[in-house]
């Protein structure tokens, strides 16, 4: 019998590419560790928490939980805390950190971001916690049906928040002694599709358990699984009772995401947080909570009830309610509406009535969208530089004075002490002429300066639609623009953190803890608490009549819209 040379070839380069490939196999030991995914917000590596069984099988699909760490704790902490492992008597958090204790198994996998230290769960931090999940999911078999969501204090308030804002990911959530950001009881109803448990002590002198209890009752009140445990005369420290003997995750074990329920009711005022389910919102009115009530009561039949909502789209492929290439019959508002669609219809109000509008169909010119809606926050959430000017040729005196600017912008990683410690962000800070065309591609812009100073102001100068006089020493202008596919965000004259007073949870310096207060645009006197105007842009990013009023009575503003 011949032999056919180019069959063992090949049959040789398999098994040494099999072979190799089983070589590169990550191979990573049960219980817990840490792991770190590469962040595109500032190119750094960062760390996560993660806990594996110990028969980890890569064949089958395991449950995550997500836990969420408090203030002045970390990724290594929190692994231990959601496994009711409290620290040793006398023990500080530093000792605690250096080692992980032995726990019993459990047949989850465990992710614990550290999302930049004590900053909130907001922003950056915000988008951290979606790549740790995103790498999560793509080292392991992860069931999509069985992710849940957790956290104590800062991290209980940034429970509240990931999973309202995002309800149709997680199968359950678990908030303890909550701290949540401004406007997260806003999205209450946003919990239907999921159970919730709240723990919190009685006698909590940091987050005031009154706050939890107002929770509940709401929930209760709004038809949500809701279950509560208030601890006895415990203060801050709850989650030493909520996650003994690894309770959470018998509580989790009963819970499972149904991906296609027949009702969704969802709540939402950003573009950035338009969809749970099967319902996309396309338009809503602007600074308002848009609202809908969706029910599928039989197949390709819905009922809906909108407040504040003028387009939306139902995704209804996979849906056991929707049959694809037939009349799909629908109830907007007390109107009925039909159409025939083998995967999503979108409907778009015109006055009072609603019809079929294609997905297709855009608003012209510049409108405010997902990606491209404000405020300035939103500018600052993602990967973001900050740009000095030096168009002017500055003395050396003055350039000092715009780097330190910049550079006093840019300081995320502050030191706040041995408990808050330092925000662990690096965005780069440069000047005008060493921003490189990547960086236009990718980042939003943080710019300093006005269009004679700044060299990238002075670009956009005929598109952007306010300038400071340069003149001007009293006033400052801030505000954000959306520019070819990214924001700018542009801070004339005093910083905007000028005079700030220092309020609220401190999870990241004043200087950045203002940012979430502000709206588009931002125009004071002297200090940022004398403020002349403090303006949305209209829905086509154009200055209200009110705020041109106000920017013009004080002769330090040029409007070119």
Not at 122 to 130: K, W
Not at 251 to 257: C, I, K, N, S, T
Not at 527 to 539: N, P
């Amino acid at each position: 019998m011949g032999i056919n040379l180019s069959k063992v070839l090949l049959l040789v380069t398999f098994g040494l590419f099999v072979n190799f490939a089983e070589l590169r196999a990550q191979k990573l030991s049960p219980g817990p560790q840490v792991l770190s995914f590469f962040s595109d917000a500032d190119d750094t590596e960062q760390p996560y928490g993660v806990y594996l069984p110990k028969n980890y099988d890569p064949n089958k699909k395991y449950p995550l939980v997500m836990m969420l760490h408090g203030a002045g704790s970390n990724h290594r902490l929190a692994l231990r805390r959601v496994f009711g492992k409290s620290n040793a008597e006398g023990e500080t958090d530093a000792e605690a950190t250096r080692e992980f204790p032995q726990w019993d198994d459990v047949d989850f996998i465990v992710a614990s971001p550290y999302a930049r230290g004590t900053a909130g769960y907001q922003g950056i931090p915000e988008e951290d916690v979606y790549d740790v999940l995103d790498d999560v999911k793509r080292r392991f078999n992860i069931d999509e049906n069985k992710i849940y969501l957790t956290g104590l204090s800062m991290g209980g308030g940034g429970t509240l928040w990931i999973g309202l804002t995002r309800p149709d990911i997680w199968a359950a959530i678990a908030a303890v002694c909550p701290a949540p950001p401004a406007g997260t009881f806003d999205l209450a109803a946003n919990a239907l599709n999921f159970p919730v448990h709240f723990f919190h002590g009685d006698a909590d002198p940091v987050v005031p358990v009154a706050g939890t209890q107002k929770w509940v009752a709401h929930l209760q009140d709004i038809g949500v699984e809701v279950s509560y445990k208030e601890f006895v005369d415990v203060k801050h420290d709850s989650w030493v009772s909520a996650y003994d003997n690894e309770f959470i995750f018998e509580w989790f074990g009963h819970a499972e995401r149904n991906p296609y329920p027949d009702r969704v009711k969802f709540v939402s005022k950003k573009y950035k947080y338009n969809k749970a389910f099967w319902v996309q919102f396309d338009k809503i009115n602007l600074g308002t909570l848009a609202d809908i009530d969706a029910k599928l009561i039989k197949v390709n039949t819905a009922e809906i009830i909108t407040k504040n909502l003028n387009a939306f789209t139902l995704n209804l492929k996979g849906h056991p309610k929707f049959k694809g290439g037939q009349v799909f019959n629908v109830k907007i508002d007390g109107s009925n509406v039909t159409a025939t669609t083998d995967s999503s219809v979108s409907f778009a109000k015109n006055g009072n009535v609603w019809a079929v509008a294609s997905k297709n169909e855009t608003a012209a010119g510049l409108t405010k969208r997902k990606g491209a809606e404000g405020p300035i926050f939103d500018a600052f959430s993602s990967r973001h530089v900050y740009v000095y000017g030096t168009a002017d040729n500055p003395s050396a005196e003055e350039l000092k004075r715009r780097m330190d600017i910049a550079n006093q912008a840019a300081a995320w990683s502050h030191y706040r002490g041995p408990f808050l410690g330092r925000v662990m962000f690096f965005p780069r800070i440069m000047s005008d002429k060493e921003v490189r065309p990547s960086d236009l591609e990718s980042c939003n812009l943080v710019l300093f300066g006005t269009k004679e100073s700044n060299a990238l102001i002075a670009k956009y100068a005929d598109k952007l639609p306010v300038h400071l006089n340069p003149a001007d020493k009293l006033h400052g202008l801030f505000y954000v623009f959306p520019m070819e596919k990214r924001y700018v965000a542009v801070s004339s004259g005093l910083p905007w953190w000028t005079g700030a007073v220092d309020q609220g949870f401190p999870f990241v310096p004043v200087m950045h803890r203002k940012l979430a207060e502000y709206k588009d645009l931002l125009f004071f006197k002297e200090s940022a608490d004398k403020i002349v105007a403090d303006e949305y842009f209209t829905e086509n990013w154009k200055l209200t009549e009110e705020a041109k009023k106000k920017l013009s009575g004080s002769g330090a503003i040029s409007i070119t819209q």
